[in-house]
């Protein structure tokens, strides 16, 4: 089981809690990742990535094992812990302003 922690704003909008616990078939990668949530939570469609492209949302961050994982290709490996369900995978949404 992979472990993937939600900020509160998309807690809310998928109605679940901080953690959200997933099966992912295969490697896990960002994409399977993200792939296994929408899956379960089709409300977050849209929200962590483009639906056409699949890329990152630019206001939307990646952390796993104290690694900013946003720009890393969405086909890479997790690292094993958050692969092993040792450590989440981080949603962390970025804040702008000034």
Known sequence: MIQVVLP???QILAGVGRVVE???PGQATQRSVLDALEASHPA???TLRDPQTKKR???VRFFACEEDLSDEPLDT???GDVAAGKEPLLIIGAIAGG
């Open 77 to 79: 490996p997790l690292p």
């Open 8 to 10: 509160k704003n998309l």
């Open 44 to 46: 977050l469609l849209g």
């Open 22 to 24: 997933l099966e992912v």
């Open 57 to 59: 949302r630019p206001m």
